[in-house]
């Protein structure tokens, strides 16, 4: 089979397709055609060696972890009804590649009612955004900068706090996504890399953080009484968010950390609740590139651009 692979860590270049041999599903493992993988950034980080790989796999490596397709094959234990069934799932790395394992728990049905593309655009991206809007008890009160506003996580974040009753503020660096922001409901958008950008954004009682660095910095600055928070989901620069206690007490902010991965369990459910929203038409993921497995460096370039518009996905 064709699988994109890296040998050494770099720039989008080192992403190479070659071939491989076919996998074969172990224990509790289904084997998946794959028909579509999304790309995620923090693919990208972890490639330019910008993220240490969480999981120490060593190189050469496939990245990936998400894949929609059709299953071809299944492991001991598994029953062979599955055979033929079409999945999205994740998988813990591996899904730029025409032939994916996947632990067969991980793999659910295809929702008939979604297209491949918008069920992988929700699996991870939705899950998070349904459920950063939770853990920030966004309402009608509030005013939100989302950062990162024209990213795959960033349109779903303005279209829920919207829907949520809220003001929102979109931040982005480019003016394509600045005007797909303000097409999606954002009340004001920014160019966040631009200085002085704070004092077109003005004070808000919530943001979103994904950038890290001085961009957190010039965010925190932003929040206001009486109820400021600062969710915290990335840190796309590469530098860590710090904000000192001297920072937080004059405000009273609290800084909410949130991850999928420290809460797996959740995981089914929040992407449950994003696929109904899209379901019943209040919620449109943000379909960007669609691009061949071989041309992986050109979406992981867009990426480091700052020129990838949501969901971006590789076709085998």
Do not use: C
Request: proline residues 7%; hydrophobic residues 45%.
């Amino acid at each position: 089979m064709r699988a994109v692979r890296y040998h050494e860590y770099g720039g989008p270049e080192v992403l190479r397709v070659e071939e491989v041999d076919d996998p074969t599903p172990g224990e509790g493992e289904l084997l998946v055609r794959a028909t579509a993988t999304g790309v995620n950034y923090f693919e990208v980080q972890v490639r330019a060696g910008v993220t240490p790989d969480p999981l120490g796999l060593p190189l050469p490596h496939t990245p990936g972890i998400e894949v929609a397709g059709t299953v071809a094959a299944v492991g001991p234990g598994v029953e062979t009804r599955r055979i033929g069934e079409r999945v999205v799932g994740t998988v813990a790395s591996g899904s730029y590649a025409e032939l994916v394992r996947i632990p067969a728990a991980a793999a659910v049905p295809l929702d008939d009612r979604l297209g491949e593309h918008q069920a992988l655009a929700l699996l991870g991206q939705g899950a998070t955004a349904v459920g950063l809007i939770e853990a920030a008890e966004i309402g009608p009160e509030d005013t939100v900068l989302v950062e990162a506003a024209g990213g795959g996580i960033g349109t779903l974040l303005i279209q829920l706090a919207k829907r949520a009753g809220a003001r929102v503020v979109a931040g982005a660096s480019g003016a394509a996504k600045r005007q797909l922001a303000a097409d999606l409901g954002a009340d004001a958008t920014v160019d966040y890399t631009r200085p002085g950008w704070t004092e077109e954004a003005g004070p808000v009682s919530v943001v979103l953080e994904t950038v890290g660095g001085q961009t957190a910095r010039e965010a925190y600055s932003l929040l206001t009484k009486p109820r400021a928070r600062m969710v915290v989901f990335g840190s796309a620069s590469g530098v860590a968010v710090e904000i000192s206690s001297e920072q937080l007490l004059p405000v009273g902010a609290s800084l909410i950390p949130f991850s999928l991965g420290y809460r797996p369990q959740r995981w089914p459910e929040l992407a449950r609740r994003a696929e109904d929203l899209t379901v019943r038409g209040e919620l449109t993921p943000v379909i960007g590139t669609v691009l061949p497995l071989a041309e992986a460096a050109t979406a992981h370039r867009a990426f480091e651009d700052r020129t990838a518009i949501g969901k971006t996905i590789l076709t085998p």
